[in-house]
């Protein structure tokens, strides 16, 4: 039971450094005089970060090993989270979004194939219930950070997300050295050779680009309508809460079939109502926005995943495959925020943002219908 423990304090660590700020952005921007380019890249730097080294799974694998390389992961987000809490300046900021999404893309390059190495081929569980741990973190810090920042500033809001990351480091130090680890083993097959797995790699950037969207922006958006920081907290608070829920629902249902395909359609189905929403009625439809949105990201994040995972013959062609995909999403997903920034700081309306994802989600549906039973990575599409 000490693994499974362990993958979700570790999981619940890898988003504060990122849910903690939007919330806050508009006492960031006011206190430290960061624009709205520069506030988008303490999205945009980590995630792209983040997608970067993911490219380099196997590379870092066979460095560090997966036990070694998490804890290293764990520690360089515990150091991010410090420094904001210590030194809250403008160009601090800056420098601990790179440090943290360094720290966050060796943990997801590394996770996966440990779980598939310790779980085998019935993963998908555990899989799921660790990336709903990585929304449950993103939960806690969203909500709470509003708060938090009332009553002991925006500066402990941001830094005290590194006490769980002390608590994770410690409890994953416990894990014993899985028996099927391997050192420096190298992937047989480079999985970039395959077109289905650029396939793959499209749809979780898509997906993951409506999660870094929203956790960007959404806040900002509704304190520009009106809404108090402590509100719009509440209201990202409550989209992570759909995505917990959701991810919980994927991961107990997804054992059950092979064919992942229903789900991914009602995934996307309700993310594409949830932007619907927010571009046609954000004051009226607030709450309901909030709610599909968050249950298509949710259900999203862990399938792409685990879909991806489907595709690989074995552990090491599966976390290698997992890397490529979550390393060239990030990257893409790390564009959406920008874009939306510059959105803002032409037009002052983050509105054609959302019909950009909106649009964004007819193309998960047209990549999700190739997601066939039995597909494996170096089959032709």
Do not use: K
């Amino acid at each position: 039971m000490l693994f499974p423990a362990a993958i979700l304090l570790v999981g619940i660590n890898l988003r504060p450094a990122l849910a903690s700020v939007g919330p806050l952005l508009d006492a960031i921007q006011r206190d430290t005089g960061l624009g709205d380019i520069g506030a988008s890249l303490l999205t945009t730097f980590p995630v792209l970060l983040m997608g970067i080294c993911l490219l380099g799974t196997a590379w870092l694998r066979g460095w560090m090993g997966e036990r070694a390389g998490i804890a290293s992961g764990v520690l360089l987000i515990l150091l991010a989270c410090l420094g904001r809490w210590v030194w809250p300046q403008e160009a601090a900021l800056v420098l601990t979004a790179i440090v943290g999404g360094v720290g966050i893309a060796i943990v997801q390059a590394l996770m996966p194939g440990a779980i598939r190495r310790r779980a085998g081929p019935r993963s998908g569980r555990l899989m799921g219930f660790y990336s709903t741990a990585i929304m449950g973190g993103a939960l806690m810090s969203s909500m709470a950070g509003a708060w938090i920042a009332r009553a002991l500033g925006w500066p402990t809001a941001l830094g005290i997300w590194a006490l769980p990351a002390l608590l994770g480091l410690c409890v994953w130090l416990l894990v014993p050295r899985g028996p099927q680890e391997r050192i420096g083993s190298v992937q047989r097959s480079p999985v970039h050779h395959a077109p289905r797995a650029w396939l793959l790699m499209l749809f979780f950037g898509f997906g993951t680009g409506a999660y870094t969207l929203v956790l960007a922006w959404l806040p900002p958006f509704y304190t520009q309508l009106g809404w108090s920081e402590q509100a719009a907290g509440a209201m990202l608070g409550a989209v992570t809460l759909s995505e917990v829920v959701a991810g919980i629902t994927v991961s107990l249902w997804v054992d059950r079939s092979p064919d992942r395909r229903a789900v991914l359609f009602t995934a996307i189905a309700a993310l594409l109502t949830g932007m619907l929403c927010l571009c046609v009625a954000p004051l009226q439809l607030a709450w309901a926005a909030a709610l599909l949105a968050g249950l298509g990201i949710g259900a999203l994040f862990p399938l792409s995943l685990i879909v991806a995972m489907d595709h690989g013959d074995d552990a090491d062609q599966a976390s290698a495959l997992a890397g490529f995909v979550q390393g060239g999403g990030y990257v893409l997903a790390a564009a959406l925020p920008l874009v939306a920034g510059l959105l803002r700081q032409h037009l002052a309306d983050l509105t054609p943002a959302w019909w950009l994802m909106a649009g964004l989600c007819l193309a998960l549906a047209l990549i999700a219908a190739r997601f066939h039973p039995g597909d494996r990575l170096f089959l032709r599409l």
